[in-house]
């Protein structure tokens, strides 16, 4: 895939569709509480501006992963950053909380399309090897920077503008990047007419994490005896069920159950879950500890967020170094450390805790290990992976890490939540609780870099076999591939198709 005057796609303008992306994940945050004046949400319903936009996100990733392969990246590119664009505006009009979650839910499903496109046109056109690494480290270094921005951004254009602003900004932004889009990408080349997507497979899997979503956030309001929170729980498991089994039969699955025979890939994948969740949790429990027990206006909100964001820029060049210096085992369990460290210094805040002493170094050391999560497992995702598997892997890795963010979300509600029940007011007890929780997703982090990955460098390329194409960039993976793929053992000839540095 390159830009029609030739050459590799335009980087700059592939991670500034990025960067709204995760921005609009995080702008968000700081807006809860005039959402909540404006529009009357509940608190156990507030997260759902949120979670609604991370569940989709993850629940159709691997639909919109395999529909660039199909139809064509710069398409699904330009046509979901248009419908995303749209449900901004809408959300900025939006008159009641279901609106709001709707149009989120709308914003979810398009970034859906788009950001496994962006990372299947990143790895499709550059090299494996130190130019890809470079590329996919500036990749991950933009969406960092965009979680972390996006955080003092939305608590600027709240305090002297209004919540609103958070979506409508999206507008200009977003028309300007699908015209430059339409003019600098250009068309790639798509599977034949006969391959399907599995739309069955992504509604199953999307309704199954809405439905433990649910679940778990009703039962702070109604217990977990209660009628909506067991027959929640009970459709989950279900549909959850259900999408195993279609996965089994049908020609094009969205997930071919074997990829998971390997350890590694299943351990890189989980440990995007347990990153997200951490990342979701911690910010959204920042942000509320910062409004009602400091009493911090939505600007003072953001700026308190700054210096994470600073330090996250000034992180991402030496991360994208040493990930290929010390490989991803080694990098994934310092950002896991540096996790534990953050979340457990957040977990001793009291109601007159220090900002300087406590919110700001604690966040720091979370801002630190979440840049390494971003960085690595991008660059890993698609380390030793063909042009044909690349939305595929693209579509896996993001989809772990949004359905991360939304259900250890609603959990995370759950945990502070079930101390106190359903009041206006978390109580500084249920603050502990969730950044313990968060410092047990950590642990999990750190647990499963150790036992699934092997520590080869990602900065080399992949070792392929006799007579395999040679790299991603030619779009072919033969046969052996995949029987390689589906191995799963850590002797001498480890899986070609899975990511080097997961091995």
């Not at 279901?98 to 859906?112: D, E, I, K, T, Y």
């Not at 254009?157 to 609103?164: A, K, P, V």
């Amino acid at each position: 895939m390159t830009s029609k005057t030739g050459g590799r796609p335009p980087l700059l303008l592939l991670c500034s569709a990025q960067f709204v992306l995760a921005l609009d994940f995080a702008i968000v945050n700081v807006a809860l509480g005039g959402m909540q004046r404006d529009l009357g949400f509940t608190d156990s319903g507030l997260q759902w501006v949120v979670g609604a936009y991370a569940l989709f996100f993850g629940g159709f990733l691997l639909l919109g992963g395999r529909a660039g392969d199909v139809i064509g990246r710069k398409r699904l590119f330009v046509g979901g950053l248009s419908v995303f664009t749209l449900a901004s505006v809408v959300g900025g009009l939006a008159t009641t909380p279901f609106l709001l979650v709707a149009s989120r839910a709308l914003q979810g499903l398009s970034a859906a399309a788009v950001s496994p496109a962006i990372l299947a046109l990143i790895a499709a056109g550059f090299p494996e090897g130190k130019e890809r690494v470079k590329a996919m480290g500036v990749f991950g270094a933009v969406s960092s920077a965009g979680f972390s921005g996006g955080v003092a951004a939305g608590g600027l254009l709240t305090e002297y503008l209004s919540w609103r602003a958070v979506m409508l900004v999206n507008l200009p932004v977003g028309v300007l990047i699908v015209a430059l889009a339409a003019g600098k990408l250009a068309t790639d080349h798509t599977a034949t007419r006969s391959t399907k997507l599995d739309v069955p497979g992504a509604i199953l899997i999307t309704s199954a994490m809405c439905a433990f979503s649910y679940g778990l956030t009703a039962a702070v309001d109604q217990g977990w005896g209660s009628t909506p929170v067991i027959g929640s729980l009970t459709a989950g498991v279900l549909l959850l069920i259900a999408f195993l089994v279609v996965q089994t039969r049908v020609p094009a699955p969205l997930v071919p159950l074997r990829i998971f025979r390997n350890r590694a890939l299943s351990a890189g994948n989980g440990i995007a879950f347990l990153s997200g969740g951490v990342m979701s949790v911690s910010t959204f429990f920042i942000t509320m500890y910062l409004q009602q027990v400091l009493e911090y206006s939505p600007a003072m909100t953001g700026l308190a967020f700054f210096p994470q964001a600073f330090v996250v820029f000034l992180a991402s060049v030496p991360v994208v170094r040493l990930t290929g210096r010390l490989g991803a085992r080694n990098m994934l369990t310092i950002g896991g450390v540096l996790l534990v460290a953050g979340s457990v210094l957040l977990a001793r805040v009291t109601e007159s805790s220090s900002y300087w002493l406590v919110v700001l170094p604690g966040g720091v050391l979370l801002g630190l290990g979440i840049t390494v999560m971003m960085i690595t497992t991008a660059v890993a995702a698609t380390s030793g992976v063909g042009g044909p598997q690349m939305g595929l892997a693209s579509g896996l890795y993001n989809s772990s890490r949004q359905l991360g963010v939304g259900l250890c979300l609603a959990l995370g509600v759950v945990l502070a939540g079930m101390l106190q029940g359903a009041v206006r007011a978390i109580p500084i007890s249920g603050f502990q609780t969730a950044f313990w929780f968060t410092a047990a997703l950590s642990v999990g982090i750190i647990v499963m870099s150790a036992l699934g990955l092997r520590n080869t460098a990602v900065a080399a390329p992949a070792p392929r076999p006799a007579g395999a194409a040679g790299g991603a960039s030619t779009g072919v993976t033969d046969e052996r591939d995949d029987r390689l793929g589906d191995r799963g053992d850590d002797g001498k000839n480890t899986t070609a198709g899975v990511p080097a540095a997961a091995r």
